[in-house]
């Protein structure tokens, strides 16, 4: 796994000593990602100048130093990722009459845009990656980003300068772009705790969007060219229905899983697997057991506080299945030191609170591995959350009812405060009791007062709502709109969760996590072609033995149904308590008045507000808190050097 970073001045404004100190000041800002060995390639007849940063997996031998270039002279690659099946792709080269010289996938890759083309050799692989690719013929730039969107890609224009880069203090230090906040993206960060693709925290400065391939000709504008779309995936797949049998259907999900899970533990590295003791991690670990010839190393992280420890669950599957497993039990002190380094580590504002477990328990895993295998993608592709089981039931029962007699409903669940719905709850055994009741009585009750139900999800998913109103002249949003093309709304929200939470939250937190570790982490879950055939499966096999069922049948023959079946909890935080008790001295510094009204982004009174109803216990608006908690941390963060 590396970094990488480049600039095209098509203008060649830039002296080529500049351009190239530009570069790898840029790359220097990325050492983690690569710290094994670093390049610089630049033509200052082109104007272009590469970075990169190594972290190396297979060919640990100079013939996978980076900038490369292909055997003809005419291609040149910065690359990010792992593309799985790349000794399949060498052969096929080679049977074309191309040589591919060392061992790398970035040989292979760079052989086979020439050989093919761009999309003729993407179509091919099978990994993670994202990569800039320069063609010294025509002078032109590609800029391309995997197909689920689990390595990141950012760029900028300005004037007819183009900027990249694998994260954005990358660019930042490129000293090229403007670092205007841009409103609309920070209403839409409060709304979803991360900023949707394509737009960033800055103005005019993007995300690549999953499956999508940048053109930047040596003259004119850019194109932006989508080579794979989940949502014409989902589509085909709903509309075929599943073409064999179950039996047939449930085999070939094995197949692809198992061989998922093989092609993934190539590597010139030692390597072990993220064990959450969920299912999709434990089916990941199961596989990649089965597949071993020695004990599999895995690593699990939990908290001392009760109701949120799950190490336990995890020892127990490694047990069973004979690993050798490592776990740590995190404290307010852990959370505590590792708080001021979340700005700098995910880049842009991001409040997704598992982030501090995330990056703990990667850092973890790198005192004893290089790679790790993770079961992430999992809920988003199989329907593992809660919520899609309960809301479109409730959402039925809701249609039945008139607007006159569902607005009643709202206020008589509303009148009883989420507190108060916690102490009914404990009438129901702490192993069946969802995790904060009230509050998702609170949340299910706002839901119910939208005519839309994807706009009803929303509601249920965002700390702010409606994000606006705590922004000032913000409007509008730069996230892209829903898929209406489908008819169950199971699948109507596994696409929106595909399409922007997946990579903008879940990925975007594994990737910041383990890179600042130095850790490669891979998820077999999102193999594409595992998203292809699980798309093609009746919503209604997914959801059957609560969610997930053909991953537990896949399980059922490695581990105990007893050992994996027990509630849903999802890498669940502390914050409700550390942000009265230890935290609060650093969230009150951050929520002055004075600091909530720099640059006159924020409503200071609201913020104000809802601080008071957390401390008090009268809400507990912890996930509210931590968007604006994360936004202020960045805006305090040293800032990238682009000097």
């Known amino acids: 796994m590396c970094g990488f970073a480049g600039i095209f001045d098509r203008p060649r404004r830039l002296a080529p000593d500049e351009r190239a100190a530009r570069v790898e000041r840029m790359a220097t800002t990325l050492a983690h990602r690569g710290p094994d060995d670093a390049g610089v390639w630049q033509d200052d007849d082109a104007g272009i100048a590469l970075g990169h940063r190594r972290l190396a997996i297979i060919d640990l031998t100079a013939a996978g130093h980076q900038p490369m270039t292909s055997s003809c002279g005419r291609y040149v690659i910065s690359y990010n990722g792992e593309i799985y099946n790349f000794r399949e792709i060498a052969a096929e080269l080679n049977r074309a009459g191309r040589a591919v010289a060392g061992r790398s996938d970035t040989a292979v890759l760079v052989e086979a845009c020439a050989e093919w083309g761009i999309e003729g050799a993407i179509e091919r692989c099978v990994g993670m990656f994202a990569f800039a690719l320069f063609d010294k013929g025509t002078r032109a730039l590609y800029l391309v980003r995997d197909r689920l969107g689990i390595k990141p890609l950012y760029w900028s224009q300005a004037g007819e300068t183009i900027v990249f880069g694998s994260e954005l203090k990358a660019l930042e230090a490129s000293g090229l772009i403007t670092r205007a906040i841009d409103r609309a993206a920070l209403a839409d960060y409060l709304k979803y705790a991360y900023i949707p693709a394509p737009a960033t925290i800055y103005e005019n400065t993007f995300k690549l969007p999953p499956g999508h391939l940048l053109t930047v000709p040596a003259n004119g504008a850019a194109q932006l060219t989508c080579y794979w779309d989940v949502r014409a995936v989902a589509r085909l797949g709903q509309g075929a229905g599943m073409q064999s049998d179950p039996g047939n ?13 093989r092609s993934r533990l190539v590597s010139d590295v030692p390597l072990g697997a993220l064990l959450s003791g969920g299912i999709d991690s434990s089916t990941v670990t199961a596989l990649m057991q089965a597949a071993s010839t020695r004990p ?5 992280i939990g908290f001392a506080e009760s109701g949120y ?10 047990r069973y299945l004979g690993t050798d497993h490592t776990g740590l039990t995190v404290t307010p002190g852990d959370a505590l030191a590792t708080i001021p380094e979340l700005a700098t580590w995910y880049d842009e504002p991001f409040a997704d609170s598992s982030q501090i477990p995330t990056l703990l328990l990667s850092r973890l895993t790198r005192q004893h591995v290089t790679v790790a295998l993770s079961g992430d993608g999992g809920d988003e592709v199989f329907a593992g959350y809660n919520r899609y089981r309960y809301l479109p039931g409730l959402w039925r029962r809701a249609g039945l009812m008139p607007h006159v007699v569902r607005r009643p409903a709202i206020r008589a669940l509303t ?23 009230g509050e998702k009585v609170w949340k299910a009750a706002g839901a119910l007062g939208y005519a839309d139900f994807m706009a009803a999800y929303e509601s249920l998913l965002s700390p702010w709502h409606p994000a606006t109103r705590l922004v000032a002249g913000a ?13 169950d709304p199971v699948a109507q929200m596994q696409l929106a969760d595909t399409l922007a939470y997946l990579p903008g939250d879940i990925l975007t937190k594994v990737d910041r996590a383990s890179m600042a570790a130095s850790l490669e982490v891979r998820v077999p879950l999102l193999d594409h072609r595992v998203v292809e055939h699980a798309w093609s499966l009746p919503r209604s096999w997914l959801m059957k033995d609560g969610g997930k069922a053909p991953l537990r ?9 007893a050992l994996v079946d027990r509630p849903k909890s999802g890498f669940g935080v502390p914050i409700d308590s550390w942000l009265r008790g230890p935290l609060r001295g650093w969230a009150e510094d951050l929520l002055t008045p ?6 006159d982004l924020l409503d200071p009174a609201l913020v104000q507000e809802t601080w008071q109803q957390h401390l008090s216990g009268q809400r507990n608006n912890q996930h509210a808190l931590w968007t604006v908690l994360m936004f202020q941390a960045w805006r305090q963060r040293p800032l990238a050097s682009s000097a």
Do not use: C
């Open 249 to 261: 259907a449930q085999d070939r999900l094995e197949e692809l899983l198992s061989d998922a899970v």
């Open 553 to 561: 049948h896949i399980l059922d023959k490695y581990v105990p149904r």
């Open 309 to 318: 420890d799950e190490s336990e669950n995890a020892a127990a599957i490694a």
């Open 415 to 437: 009148m009883i405060s989420p507190n108060m719905w916690d102490s009914l709850a404990r009438i129901v055994p702490a192993r069946h009791r969802p995790r904060q009741f």
């Open 594 to 599: 004075r600091a909530l009204a720099m640059d």
């Open 296 to 300: 599999v190393k895995t690593f699990s």
């Open 475 to 487: 409007t509008g949003s730069t996230a892209g709109g829903r898929d209406r093309g489908l008819v």
